[in-house]
């Protein structure tokens, strides 16, 4: 993922450019249809680009996600829309946050 679009993701915009630079790399955009479960038991950080979704505990509805909004594996998120998330390593994310 390029810098210039990193910058366009709230959790990433106050970023200078050499760390905006060192997290691009490890930053990957997927979309997905809507109806779409989001959470893949993948260790990663998943931030919603663009689109919407619900968030779902014990086979309820708990709360709805959009544009800057993230949720980590643990979570049951489905689309309620086409979705563009940014997908970020956990663990990759822990060892860029200790240099």
């Not at 689109?51 to 544009?67: D, F, K, Q, S, V």
Request: a negative charge; charged letters at 25%; one cysteine or more.
């Amino acid at each position: 993922m390029d810098v210039e679009r990193l910058k366009t993701i709230p959790l990433f915009s106050s970023l200078a450019d050499d760390e905006l630079r060192r997290v691009a790399p490890l930053a990957v955009e997927r979309s997905q249809p809507e109806g779409t479960l989001l959470t893949n038991g993948r260790e990663e950080l998943l931030l919603i680009h663009e689109g919407t979704a619900e968030i779902w505990c014990a086979e309820r509805r708990i709360g709805n996600l959009g544009p800057g909004d993230y949720f980590t594996p643990g979570a049951t998120v489905v689309a309620t829309s086409p979705v563009c998330l940014v997908a970020l390593d956990i663990d990759a994310a822990r060892r860029l946050a200790l240099t």
